[in-house]
């Protein structure tokens, strides 16, 4: 079975600090997605990687950024937390081969950031 | 761009009844794949059932069905014998082949299942 693990499952952090979150899967997935979930806005994407050192914007990017150094490990990184970011964050990836029809997501447990 | 909503906040079902969750979606696109995910309190996402929009066949997986519409825009998710363990948080999910492969996620539905 597919094993996503963040680091983190809660988090409190003050506004203003550097804040890393960290994503790892053991099944050399090339795909690996950030989401944001927050009550009645369901999953919104923050940035993916396609391999490692590739990045791409999501949906909601501002004041957030990436890093894939090694295939298994995907970070978020917000640069100075603020408290609207206070909020679920989901770690997610899957395989290049196919769509996301037959290759689906598998996701992590998710890491509960407060930002006061 | 694609937009899913969920009408339904929360809900709940006695044990060992049906409950029909409700999803709609727009676009205009007309290759596109549709998503039930199940999240429950340990928050692990889970995939429920997917269905290929050209197919007009409903998806079924176990006690899982849904009711797909095509000309309405509709993807509702049908639960069968209702168990404890299918109280859990439920997003509808809609994938645009043709416009990278990426996830569009309505905003949830808390289900909970009563004894």
């Known amino acids: 079975d597919v094993k996503v693990t963040q680091s983190s499952r809660y988090l409190v952090k003050r506004t203003g600090e550097k804040v890393f979150l960290e994503c790892v899967q053991d099944?050399?997935?090339?795909?690996m997605f950030w989401y944001r979930q927050d009550p009645g806005l369901g999953l919104r994407l923050i940035y993916f990687s396609y391999d490692v050192k590739m990045k791409e914007k999501g949906d909601i990017p501002e004041g957030y950024s990436v890093s894939r150094e090694k295939k298994e490990r995907f970070s978020l990184i917000l640069e100075s937390a603020s408290t609207n970011q206070t909020s679920m964050y989901l770690c997610?990836?899957?395989?290049?081969?196919?769509?996301?029809?037959?290759?689906?997501?598998?996701f992590g447990n998710g890491t509960r950031l407060t930002v006061t | 761009a694609q937009t899913v909503t969920q009408s339904q906040p929360e809900m709940s079902v006695q044990e060992a009844e049906t409950v029909t969750l409700s999803c709609t979606y727009d676009t205009s696109e007309n290759n596109y794949y549709l998503f039930w995910y199940k999240q429950p309190p340990s928050r692990q996402m889970i995939l429920v059932i997917r269905q290929e929009a050209y197919k007009q066949q409903n998806a079924t997986e176990n006690r899982f069905s849904v009711n797909f519409q095509k000309a309405a825009k509709s993807f509702s998710l049908k639960i069968s014998d209702s168990q404890l363990g299918d109280t859990a948080m439920y997003f509808c999910a809609f994938l645009n082949i043709n416009a990278g492969n990426m996830l569009t996620f309505g905003g949830g539905t808390r289900l909970m299942v009563k004894p």
């Open positions: 099944m050399d997935h090339e795909n």
């Open positions: 997610a990836s899957r395989s290049l081969g196919g769509d996301l029809y037959n290759s689906p997501l598998h």
